[in-house]
């Protein structure tokens, strides 16, 4: 699976867009009062991609072990310093709903967290490319 982000800002347009594979979707973000970038910052945006994946992923794990889930809750947070330092205290809560005894829930949620790719990869660590 092949994942794209873009994002086009210019004074009097700002737009960006995901794409997983042929599948492209805009993201309606607003910009900057000032014209010049986006309202939401990138630090929001990756403690969202945390939560956007821990939420997808527990539908997909209790699906696989047949529970069906009537709510997800699942909040992040971390902190950003002085610009150019890197966040820490990066940490998150998941709570879900479900007619399933409490017992498989917590096995549900971590076995979610060992799978979890977008939390996968952050603890692993990655390179970050400059392309030309």
């Not at 990138?42 to 997808?56: M, Q, R, S, V």
Request: aromatic content about 4%.
């Amino acid at each position: 699976m092949h994942i794209h982000a873009r994002i086009h800002s210019s004074a009097d347009h700002f737009e960006t867009a995901v794409q997983t594979n042929a599948t492209v979707q805009i993201l309606p973000l607003p910009p900057k009062p000032t014209g010049q970038g986006g309202a939401v910052n990138g630090g929001e945006l990756l403690l969202l991609a945390l939560a956007t994946c821990f939420c997808n992923d527990l539908y997909r794990e209790a699906a696989r072990r047949g529970l069906a889930l009537k709510s997800v809750a699942v909040e992040c947070s971390a902190e950003f310093g002085a610009e150019g330092q890197p966040g820490t205290g990066f940490c998150y809560r998941a709570q879900v709903e479900a007619d399933a005894p409490a017992a498989d829930l917590e096995e549900l949620l971590a076995h979610t967290d060992r799978v979890a790719e977008v939390h996968n990869t952050l603890r692993q660590g990655v390179t970050v490319t400059r392309l030309p």
